[in-house]
């Protein structure tokens, strides 16, 4: 017993007592930081498999809301829902004006990012735990809004309300994953998100594909009431869920980090190892702290965390400005290209669930294959498939035209879901520092939903019969933003694979230019790279033989 109370405070007694007790800390972080570099996918999981439990678990918050926030666009193929809100046409059939579209879309985008916003802050003060039970509630409290809807208004401030606890999950979700779980499985976690936005929208489309017989207004209720289905088990769980020790660190609640990584991992990780870990991720907050950084949302936009923050943010604008917002909208695409709603929505099913294997596929590249790569490749592709159905948009619409051009979207989905859609939250969630991972992450996301409510308005006029009716040749208009953002990949996205936090620091810190992250040498640890006044005085021990932007 006092052996485990002495092994309890050595980290505080690290930190707190001075020069060569700094140096201790430092070994025992350059030994964590070595045996996690050594460990394989098999190894991680079987030291971390509550690591992996836990933060799945957290992800499944990405399901209900990708369900949740997949309903609306899904309802726009819905008879039933376009019948009882939208206008009746000229040639007999029932839309939601173009207006409104966007305004629904918009209005869940609204209150996603008051959510992010408000998130990153409870979540830095209080805690995840506490900051995700009182999100999932909230959720719970505001379904009620959508599910007893009697006019569109009703719809558009569920939309509101309901984006703010959603917004909160997309922080939290992808962060918790990073925090909680060793080098081996970071992409893997972090990337799981994007499985979950996928398994989310395919039973949204699953389930609304079995009620289109229904005439009624059932046939849009009863998706919304099964929205009260994930919350609860999700919150059990989330109660015996172990807080994040990164952020018990950033507290100074040594002694709890340590009994939250001891819930995090199995009886194969000796107490040593938990002690080296958490010397590891207090190295981190110390070296983060060496170079004056702050916690605030204005601390991310000063020195060189501008850089990372400006990074994160266009990491996550890439899967607007991609194109798929077009390439995605399967559904809505084919029933404009003539598809009856039955064969669009079977269409929407066979695409999502070519999306899950996409993303499943990209876990055996990851560990392989560098972030900024796959980035490079999965937009160049995408250029090509969105100018490819463009050219096909220009003739009259035609059966066999419309086939072939859901086929590439097809393409289109599987090739995003493979790149950009899932590297994107291992890419937000290692470019920032430990200490604003959450308020940096709140950023981006917000970044993102700022250009989604741009896309919101851009793309129901490009599809919809009562507006631009552009069908096909919308793929040219993605076509060109998805250019701008391949020339900003290549120029601008650092490659982050394999590197440790305290590495990623001293990278930024250093300047070094992004076409050079991958051959930077770094050594965190040496004499010159970690010093107390915070300046590295050895600037060649720390960084060598690379170039700076």
Not at 46 to 53: L, R, S
Not at 188 to 198: A, E, L, P, R, S
Not at 220 to 225: K, Q, S
Request: charged share 15%; glycine share 10%; net charge neutral.
């Amino acid at each position: 017993m006092q052996t485990t109370e002495i092994s309890e405070k050595t980290v505080e007694a690290n930190i707190h007592n001075g020069p060569q007790d700094m140096e201790h800390l430092t070994h025992e972080a350059q030994t964590a930081t070595q045996e996690q570099r050594n460990m394989t996918m098999y190894e991680a999981v079987k030291k971390y498999p509550k690591a992996v439990g836990f933060s799945m678990l957290m992800s499944l918050c990405i399901v209900m809301e990708a369900y949740d926030t997949s309903l609306i666009g899904s309802f726009y193929g819905l008879p039933q829902f376009r019948k009882r809100f939208g206008v009746h046409l000229a040639n007999g059939d029932y839309q939601l004006t173009s207006a409104w579209q966007s305004g629904l879309q918009n209005a869940t985008q609204i209150g996603q990012m008051l959510g992010l916003f408000m998130g990153g802050i409870l979540a830095d003060r209080y805690g995840y735990k506490k900051t995700f039970i009182g999100a999932l509630i909230l959720n719970i409290a505001f379904v009620f809004l959508f599910f007893f809807a009697k006019n569109i208004g009703y719809i558009f401030a569920g939309g509101i309300l309901c984006g703010l606890p959603w917004g909160a999950f997309q922080t939290l979700t992808t962060t918790y994953a990073a925090d909680v779980t060793p080098l081996a499985l970071r992409p893997i976690m972090t990337t799981y998100t994007n499985m979950c936005w996928v398994f989310g929208q395919f039973i949204a489309t699953g389930v609304l594909r079995g009620l289109l017989s229904r005439p009624d207004d059932w046939a849009w209720r009863i998706p919304y009431a099964l929205q009260w289905v994930f919350p609860v088990p999700i919150l059990i769980g989330v109660i015996f869920a172990p807080e994040s020790p990164t952020w018990l660190v950033r507290q100074g609640r040594l002694d709890e980090a340590r009994v939250a990584m001891r819930g995090l991992t199995s009886s194969a990780v000796s107490e040593h190892e938990v002690d080296t870990t958490i010397s590891m991720i207090s190295h981190t907050n110390e070296l983060e702290k060496q170079i004056r950084e702050g916690t605030t949302y204005a601390d991310c936009f000063r020195g060189t965390n501008l850089r990372r923050t400006m990074i994160a943010s266009f990491v996550w604008v890439a899967q607007v400005s991609c194109g798929i917002w077009f390439g995605g909208n399967v559904i809505y695409f084919l029933e404009q290209a003539g598809f009856d709603p039955t064969k669009a929505f079977s269409f929407g099913l066979g695409t999502n669930a070519i999306a899950i294997v996409g993303t499943f596929a990209s876990w055996f590249i990851l560990p392989h294959v560098g972030r900024r790569t796959l980035y490079l490749v999965g937009l160049s592709v995408m250029f090509t498939i969105l100018i490819c159905v463009g050219g096909m948009g220009v003739p009259a619409p035609q059966p066999n035209l419309g086939w072939a051009s859901g086929a590439l979207m097809m393409i289109y989905v599987i090739v995003y879901d493979m790149t950009v859609g899932p590297t994107c939250y291992c890419l937000v969630a290692e470019i920032p520092s430990t200490r604003l991972r959450i308020k940096t992450v709140a950023i981006a996301r917000n970044a993102y939903l700022l250009i989604s409510i741009g896309a919101n308005f851009l793309n129901p006029p490009i599809l919809n019969p009562s507006a631009w009716n552009l069908r096909g040749k919308g793929g040219f208009i993605w076509a060109a933003l998805c250019l701008c953002q391949l020339v900003w990949t290549y120029f601008c996205l650092p490659e982050p694979r394999g590197r440790t936090p305290a590495e990623m620091d001293m990278l930024f810190e250093h300047g070094v230019s992004a076409r050079k992250f991958s051959k930077a040498k770094v050594d965190a640890f040496s004499e010159g790279g970690f010093v107390h006044t915070g300046v590295y005085k050895n600037e060649d021990a720390s960084v060598s033989n690379v170039e700076r932007t």
